[in-house]
Nanobody, 119 residues
Framework: QVQLVESGGDLVQPGGSLRLSCASSGTIFSRYAMGWYRQAPGKPRELVARISADGSTNYADSVKGRFTISRDNAKNTVYLQMNSLNADDTAVYYC?????????????WGQGTQVTVSA
């Protein structure tokens, strides 16, 4: 069973920065693609950033140039560095772990961490 625990969410002023962390346990972390998703009130959950097992990354257009996803396989942790935050970034941020085993897609989710951008 994969367990994911997010941390780092907070209240921050517009233009500020935050770094989210997601610690994984119960699996071989390096084999998983890891992602950050977010869900704002009344909106569907959306992909923010993703990093594959080989380290390639992709980002939502709305965060390109502002957010950076990275992983430390030795610490079983994935990070999301968020800069130049604005009100549209306010959401609950969820960590995701994905792998295909025998062709079957498996997704695991953390409990979420709240990011609020407000003056």
């Amino acid at each position: 069973q994969v367990q994911l625990v997010e941390s780092g969410g907070d209240l921050v002023q517009p233009g500020g920065s935050l770094r989210l962390s997601c610690a994984s346990s119960g699996t071989i972390f390096s084999r998983y693609a890891m992602g950050w998703y977010r869900q704002a009130p009344g909106k569907p959950r959306e992909l923010v950033a993703r990093i594959s097992a080989d380290g390639s990354t992709n980002y939502a257009d709305s965060v390109k140039g502002r957010f950076t996803i990275s992983r430390d396989n030795a610490k079983n942790t994935v990070y999301l560095q968020m800069n130049s935050l604005n009100a549209d970034d306010t959401a609950v941020y969820y960590c995701n772990a994905f792998i295909r085993q025998l062709g079957i897609p498996l997704n695991y989710w953390g409990q979420g961490t709240q990011v609020t951008v407000s003056a």
